[in-house]
């Protein structure tokens, strides 16, 4: 147990490694010359070269990756270029509305999806079962910003219900949460009725059910403690589908969060902050993925240090 | 048993494919409403009198009309004309991006597969460090690289597909990777190249035809959604995602300017669904009842 979860944290760091150097590459690959990117094209000469040898920029690039990492990982991810502030700070004072949306709408998500899921599997062919399967066939097909505008223009625009940008409190939260959470529960759905219809069809749910066992007590303890072992796999990728999908729904909802930050980062070519905040998303996937994989084999005792 | 059954039986076994991805009616509507929105999009220019660039602020976001059959946007662009363009732009970049993740992918895939051992676990295991990174934001990172533009969001998306589609290539390699027919391929002295060609590549065809379908969908949800973050095509150009972005300032007055881009987006990306799901249907009848 414990050395199989040392292990999945030692296999971790290939990833981060790799991960790490191609959001170093990014400034190269985009700037061409670092020195302009950061100095801007009206720099002077005199400036440029100093920008070069306050930054490095002259020193071989495994040396300047080795500072850069090193800064990283205690802390220091460099200057916005646009606002000059520490690109650490930048990402802390917006990291909260993102944390916020993206555990609503996976909480949401888990709620809504797997209890349609649910549904679904037990009647299958149902009117219910088709209806919870319209919705995800239509959920997985909708652009994540078109709901969002939808959902703005009903709620917030025609009804006036709820506030249609910005964050602050709950009712900030309700719209992009929604939106946000869509897809994830169309996959949820899905993926929660095909895994429980397959558990229904083993023998084990045969024999408990001929044995006498009422259909509620097989459900429960026979086919859902089963059925709901691959959804936990789901859960991990949807997370992390939530965390790049936030990029979008807070542009739309002007939420002062970190996607909306990558995301003007990269048009206003703020290389500082758009590394700082990839680095930062994939590190929280990566995470995650080893937390699901150390509750997946909690879970369900079959799967024994494998991998 | 004669030379010529191997073929024949491939041909009707192809036939009962076919029977059965008709016989879902999903996926023929899928199938069906795709073909006219593409059909409309390569054959709609040579019909539209008003090219999708012409301002015209006399009729800035006028309704519906003989001559704007969809009405016109904030320049008094056709919106019609523009939907049409825009889908041309959309549907390229799309098949586009999914091609290079098809291409690239298959490749790196079958290559582990086949010649396995250390270069299957060098490249399997890049594969698998990427696939846990969402695809989106691994798009979103490749445009961050190369800067935002039209091409480069097809470039992006596509390069975040790769994993998916080298998982799929490989898993397929390896079930007939150890089979008589390839050991007896190499024996007779048939290169790499053309056992990977004609060997392997035709057992894998199914699974990746059914997977590109189904990237088709979220290739396209993707590339709007960079182009509506203002990563791809800039304006003027039409692409429905950028289309939508464009229209913002306008949409408490004018929502159908946002509604029929989207209502666009969303048809093909559901006829793509819809016809991926067939074909996976059709293509593996086991697997249908789930």
New interface residues.
Partial sequence: MTGFIVRRILAMI??LI??SI??F??MQ??GGNAALVIGGTDATQEELAQITERYGLNRPMHEQYRTWLTNAVQGDLGQSLLTRRPVTEEIRTRILPTAELAFTAMAIALLVGVLMGIMSARRPNSLIDNICMLFS??G???????IG??L??FLG?HLGWLPTGGAGGLRYLVLPAITLSVSSIAILARMTR?ST??VIRHDYVRTARAKGLAEGPVFRGHVLRNGLIPVITVVG?EF??L???A??TE?VFSRPGIGRL??E???S?DYPV?QGV?LL??VV??TV?LIVDIVYMLVDPRIQGVG | MPPGSALSHSKSNSMATLRRFLHRRTALLGALVLMIMVLAVVIGPFFLENTEGQIDLSVSRAPASLDHPLGTDFLGRDTLSRIIYGGRISLILTTGAVATALIVGTTIGLTAGYLGNVVDMILM??VD?LL??????LA??V??????GTYNVMIAVGVAAIPGFARIARGSSLLVSGQEYITAANTIGASNVRVLLRHILPNAAQPLIVQSTLRL?TAM?SI??LS????GPQPPTPEW?AM?ADS?DY??TS?EL?LYP?IA??IV??SF??IGDGLRDALDPHLS??
């Fill in positions: 290939p990833l790799i991960v191609f959001v590459s990014i690959l985009a066939f239509i997985v097909a909708m652009p994540v910003f078109g505008l939808a703005i223009y625009v095909s219809l397959d990728l992390g589908s965390l790049s999908g990029v979008i542009t990558l995301v980062g990269i048009r070519r758009v990839l998303l994939a996937c990566v993925n | 295991r890049f460090m846990i990174i969402p695809g989106f934001l979103i990172a445009v961050a690289a190369l800067g935002p969908a949800l709007s959604s509506f973050l203002g990563l995602g939508m913002r949409f408490t929502p946002i989207g987006i969303f990306a559901l669904n819809l009842q789930s």
